[in-house]
């Protein structure tokens, strides 16, 4: 079955300071991998995918298939950065594609 | 720009009421999903919808059905309303499974 596991519910990081939200996923195929972002009182937004390979907002993510991580890194938090973080896998299971989300990792940027 | 509007921000029930929730999208696109966002639960699949009058259960289905009787339009119903269902509800669509979904503002639902 496919899961998502972000580890950390919380992350508290200084403006600044480097930034890594950790992801890791089980599924037996290729996966496609998203990040989405729920900023304050905003509505959930995808941020990025794996298979773009882009970097939006600063933030990179990349996928690494031995460890199955999809971690969200990002060199230098802004305080803007702060908001809830939703890591997801797309895939198929049982003969029908799935999206699967993990709990999330809320992230404070602090001044 | 894709637009996923749902009819209400806040709404407030009660107790074995029949709740409707609405959610409608501008894109055409094919599929579309009901969540429940809970803290430390993430996001949780009730239904989705792959195509009109077309349902599937997501991971959470008891107390809930949906309906979906056109193509932009995608319906939760909250057959009879009980306290544990208080939580917020996200609407969203894609045009395909791996593809990005696009999410409404989301009805924050309390039944009293």
């Known amino acids: 079955a496919q899961r998502v596991t972000q580890p950390e519910k919380l992350l508290s990081v200084f403006k600044g300071a480097p930034v890594e939200l950790k992801c890791n996923y089980s599924?037996?195929?290729?996966?496609?991998l998203f990040w989405y972002v729920q900023y304050s009182r905003q509505r959930l937004q995808l941020l990025l995918r794996?298979?773009s390979r882009e970097s939006i907002k600063g933030f990179t993510a990349d996928l690494n298939k031995g460890e199955t991580s999809f971690h969200l890194k990002k060199p230098f938090a802004q305080e803007e950065d702060s908001a809830m973080y939703y890591c997801?896998?797309?895939?198929?299971?049982?003969?029908?594609?799935?999206?699967?989300f993990g709990k999330g990792t809320k992230l404070t940027v602090n001044p | 720009d894709v637009k996923v509007t749902q009819s209400s921000r806040y709404l407030v029930k009660r107790t074995g009421e029949k709740v409707f929730l609405e959610c409608v999208q501008d894109?055409?696109?094919?599929?579309m999903f009901w969540y429940r966002q809970d803290p430390g639960l993430g996001l949780r699949l009730i239904y989705f919808?792959?195509?009109?009058?077309?349902?599937e259960k997501g991971d959470i289905p008891e107390g809930y059905s949906v309906s979906r009787e056109k193509k932009e339009r995608f319906s939760l119903i909250l057959e009879s309303a009980s306290t544990n269902q208080t939580s917020m509800y996200l609407c969203?669509?894609?045009?395909?499974?791996?593809?990005?979904?696009?999410f409404g503002d989301g009805t924050r639902l309390s039944i009293l």
């Open positions: 997801a896998l797309s895939g198929e299971q049982g003969g029908s594609e799935k999206l699967v």
């Open positions: 599924y037996s195929g290729s996966p496609e």
């Open positions: 794996h298979i």
């Open positions: 894109m055409d696109h094919e599929n």
């Open positions: 919808s792959y195509d009109v009058k077309m349902k």
């Open positions: 969203a669509t894609a045009w395909a499974f791996n593809q990005p979904q696009h």
